[in-house]
């Protein structure tokens, strides 16, 4: 069964840090892209961040410098580092990969306080 597991998400002030994990397991991993989505209340999902199997990554202009993405291949773990972190980043944050069909995690919350 192909799944994602989100975890570390919280409340912070603003210019905080927080540390997302996402736990992949049903696939392998280390070939898949994965990628950070998020969605803040009354907007569409919105893409944050993407690393190839190759550790290649992508982000988003507005986190750009702020926030990274990295993998662990042997703990099928992607991670997002959120730093200086402000109230606009406000949103339920996915992460996702495509098997086949996209998959999604459950998702987790951050919220960051003015």
Known sequence: QVQLVESGGGLVQAGGSLRLSCAA???????????????????????????TSGADTDYAESVK???TISRDNARNTVYLQM???????TA????????GVEIWGQGTQVTVSA
Not at 26 to 51: C, D, H, S, T
Not at 92 to 99: I, S
């Open 65 to 67: 410098g702020r926030f």
């Open 25 to 51: 397991s049903g696939f392998i991993f280390r070939l898949n892209v994965m990628g950070w989505y998020r969605q803040a209340p009354g907007k569409e999902r919105e893409l944050v961040a993407v690393i």
């Open 92 to 99: 339920v944050y996915y992460c996702n990969t495509r098997v």
């Open 83 to 89: 730093n200086s972190l402000k109230p606009e980043d």
